[in-house]
């Protein structure tokens, strides 16, 4: 399976972007995505996840309120929607997925995920 990025790039604090995540190859309806980031000098953190088949999601603290994840069937695509953005969010976004349906409590865990898009750079800033 591969993960294809797309969507970063530099947006004002107050303001929005859309990032998405389009999985090719031997792609199932068993399987869980999820949208982590890195902040210069910081480890990386969970951001949101999204089992793919009951649509069952999971958001940081940080996050909740704010953005959306989404899929969409039809073009195996996992969508983040960042809205009301903070000078905080600024990382290089990273999506993931597994070819597993996990349980909520392990969205959090970059380990549990075994394929990785490359990064894309988010920069809020005025």
């Known amino acids: 399976v591969q993960l294809q990025a797309s969507g970063g790039g530099l947006v004002q604090p107050g303001g929005s972007l859309r990032l998405s995540c389009a999985a090719s190859?031997?792609?199932?309806?068993?399987?869980?995505m999820g949208w982590f980031r890195q902040a210069p000098g910081q480890e990386r953190e969970f951001v949101a996840g999204?089992?793919?088949?009951?649509?069952?999601?999971l958001y940081a603290d940080s996050v909740k309120g704010r953005f959306t994840i989404s899929r969409e069937y039809a073009k195996n695509t996992v969508n983040l929607q960042m809205d009301r953005m903070k000078s905080e969010d600024t990382a290089v976004y990273y999506c993931a997925g597994t070819s597993r349906s996990l349980i909520k409590s392990s969205f959090r865990a970059p380990h549990e995920y075994n394929y990785w898009g490359q990064g894309t750079l988010v920069t809020v800033s005025s």
């Open positions: 999204i089992r793919w088949n009951d649509g069952n999601t």
């Open positions: 190859g031997r792609t199932s309806r068993e399987y869980t």
